[in-house]
């Protein structure tokens, strides 16, 4: 059982150049979230989806998008990366009270 | 905003001591969760205590929770080296058709050999 994998592990961005992070799981989760976590600030929600079909907006959603077209992809879009955006990113998922979470994926936008 | 605040945000011990970390809330909440992170790696959940609870153990963890106070302790016991890691608190909420996890912003844990 994989649970939650994410790709790319990390990348290297020229700002304003569009970014796709992929997650992926495979535990039939209702409830996919993605968020960002940075060195003194702790883990910020980004946008969640309660269900496939549905997305919304968590703490920090400027400059990123996201879509669920099936239950087990959450993919998280930068549509014009800026360096403030440089971060480590964590897709999550979770089964009533529990969370888990994806192995993050390290972004540097320069 | 974040709802959890670890205490202390970085802490130091020897192999075999017991390793306390604080986490005070702001909000009402339904459970308290803690979640370890190891370097570069994605969190992992430790342990849940309940709103209705006011202690829980599982293996050498023992999570407190008052509710008055909007704060809860977690005491690893017998520390040993493998235990070094960040540790977060994350409050549990149920809302209008959404449930959230907010973290705080951890405590880092040595473990000295």
């Known amino acids: 059982i994989a649970g939650i994998t994410q790709a790319p592990t990390s990348q290297i961005l020229a700002a304003g150049r569009r970014m796709t992070l992929r997650c992926t799981q495979d535990?039939?989760?209702?409830?996919m979230y993605w968020y960002r976590q940075d060195l003194g600030l702790g883990l910020r929600l980004i946008h969640y989806s309660n269900t496939a079909g549905t997305t919304g907006k968590g703490e920090v959603p400027d400059g990123y998008s996201v879509s669920r077209a099936n239950t087990d992809d959450f993919p998280l879009t930068l549509a014009s990366a800026v360096p403030s955006q440089t971060s480590v990113y964590f897709c999550?998922?979770?089964?009533?009270?529990?969370?888990?979470f994806g192995p993050g994926t390290r972004l540097t936008v320069l | 905003s974040q709802q959890g605040e670890e205490d202390p945000q970085a802490l130091s011990i020897q192999e075999g001591e017991n390793a306390t970390m604080n986490c005070s809330y702001k909000?009402?909440?339904?459970?308290l969760q803690w979640y370890r992170q190891n370097s570069g790696r994605g969190l992992v959940h430790l342990i849940l205590i309940r709103s209705n609870e006011r202690e829980k153990h599982s293996g050498r963890l023992r999570v407190t929770l008052d509710t008055s106070k909007k704060s809860s302790s977690l005491l690893i016991t017998a520390s040993r080296a493998a235990d070094t890691a960040s540790y977060f608190c994350a409050t549990f909420k149920a809302g209008a058709g959404s449930y959230q996890l907010t973290f705080g912003k951890g405590t880092k844990l040595s473990v000295i050999p």
């Open positions: 535990m039939r989760h209702n409830a």
């Open positions: 909000t009402s909440i339904n459970n």
């Open positions: 999550a998922s979770s089964v009533e009270v529990r969370w888990f």
